[in-house]
């Protein structure tokens, strides 16, 4: 059996953890964990309402631990009780990963030191604070630390982990049971394909949230010390 605990909290992206969520549960003798400080609903950035299935006291540990990403990762920056939590359960699990800006997470716990990681294209440039080496891709696995890049990643993120649990083929016929076969209306994915005028688009509109996430990461760096 396999345990993933898949972290909850106010403001996540939902297909963060969703995506890799779905993966998760087809695998063979898959226990998943939706964790979090307590049974309360907890509600996504856009207003889903998700409920717990366990928490921190009564899941110290798990074989996967996954951080998913969103506006809400700014709280948790700077909160000890989940960045402790956190650094316990990747104490003893297999993979340490992560989805979109979870990345942040994990390294606010002082876990990417060293580590090459990605995340959502927005904060790649937060990472080197963490010790991280910021590298481009879908993925980037290393040892046994897996980062996805910004949401809709986490499905490829999970399906490299089911094949690195479970073998190829079992990976790929989780792939074909959920028609992961992603064939966008639209070139717009990454910054590295999309046209300039949507890339500036959305960049205008970040500063606020940035300016937040810049100083609560300030603040995660001087409490890591």
């Given at each position: 059996m396999t345990t993933f605990a898949l972290l909850l909290f106010p403001g996540l992206t939902q297909l963060d953890l969703t995506g890799p969520y779905e993966v998760f549960c087809r695998c063979p003798g898959a226990k998943v964990h939706l964790v979090w400080k307590s049974m309360e609903p907890v509600t996504s950035e856009h207003g889903m309402r998700l409920l717990p299935t366990t928490t921190f006291g009564e899941l110290p540990r798990a074989d996967v631990l996954c951080v998913p990403g969103g506006f809400g990762v700014n709280a948790l920056l700077t909160d000890d009780e989940t960045l402790a939590y956190v650094r316990q359960l990747a104490g003893g699990a297999r993979y340490i990963?992560?989805?979109?800006?979870?990345?942040?997470?994990?390294?606010?716990?002082?876990?990417?030191?060293?580590?090459?990681?990605?995340?959502?294209?927005?904060?790649?440039?937060?990472?080197?604070?963490?010790?991280?080496?910021?590298?481009?891709?879908?993925?980037?696995?290393?040892?046994?630390?897996?980062?996805?890049?910004?949401?809709?990643?986490?499905?490829?993120?999970?399906?490299?982990?089911?094949?690195?649990?479970?073998?190829?083929?079992?990976?790929?016929?989780?792939?074909?049971?959920?028609?992961?076969?992603?064939?966008?209306?639209?070139?717009?994915?990454?910054?590295?394909?999309?046209?300039?005028?949507?890339?500036?688009?959305?960049?205008?509109?970040?500063?606020?949230?940035?300016?937040?996430?810049?100083?609560?990461?300030?603040?995660?760096v001087a409490?890591?010390?």
């Open positions: 990963t992560s989805v979109c800006t979870g990345a942040l997470v994990l390294g606010a716990a002082g876990l990417l030191r060293g580590r090459r990681a990605t995340t959502h294209w927005t904060a790649m440039n937060y990472l080197p604070a963490f010790g991280a080496t910021p590298t481009a891709g879908r993925t980037v696995t290393d040892g046994p630390v897996i980062t996805g890049g910004g949401v809709t990643a986490g499905i490829d993120f999970a399906l490299e982990l089911a094949a690195a649990l479970h073998g190829r083929a079992v990976a790929e016929t989780i792939q074909l049971s959920i028609e992961y076969n992603p064939a966008p209306p639209f070139n717009a994915g990454h910054p590295d394909v999309a046209p300039p005028a949507i890339t500036a688009a959305i960049r205008q509109h970040a500063p606020a949230r940035q300016a937040e996430r810049a100083a609560q990461v300030r603040l995660a409490r890591l010390g």
